[in-house]
């Protein structure tokens, strides 16, 4: 039998956020919007939607894991180089890729009282000493990001 790593075991748990539904039933309410776990309550813009039928009717074809036009477009914007950008499927999966590249183990990793569960993951994968400072990393991300990627 498959014994189960201990740093596997001491994982912190994820807790989504409650679904707009289970909310309104715990609180007695209708209509409720919930600006939380990344929803928008106006919905997808109409561009999103014509990409995403677009998108679907190709969506047999394996994807350009480099995203060649994504990355020549945003750079073209922002006046860098394709080889600037790194894209993922989500904040998590850069935050990941990052922690990969750069955690040694031994090192010590700063993080937000409120960040990512990632990191906690990271930090267990990597065993390094885990220090948590409110926000340094949310700080950070807002003072590199374009001001024109906040907007």
């Known amino acids: 039998m498959l014994k189960t790593a201990k740093r596997i075991l001491s994982l912190p748990k994820y807790t989504p956020g409650k679904p707009i539904d289970e909310l309104e039933r715990d609180f007695g309410i209708e209509n409720a919007i919930k600006l939380a776990s990344n929803e928008n309550p106006l919905g997808p813009s109409p561009k999103a ?25 945003i750079a073209l914007k922002e006046g860098i180089l394709p080889n600037q950008i790194v894209l993922g499927n989500g904040s998590n999966e850069v935050l990941e890729l990052i922690g990969h590249c750069y955690i040694e183990e031994g090192d010590e990793v700063l993080m937000g009282e409120y960040c990512f569960i990632v990191i906690q993951l990271l930090q267990c994968f990597q065993r390094e000493q885990l220090l948590e400072l409110i926000c340094l990393i949310w700080c950070t991300i807002y003072r590199l990001l374009s001001p024109e990627l906040l907007n």
């Open 49 to 73: 939607k014509e990409a995403i039928i677009d998108a679907a009717t190709k969506s047999h074809l394996y994807p350009d894991g480099d995203s060649y036009h994504l990355k020549k477009g």
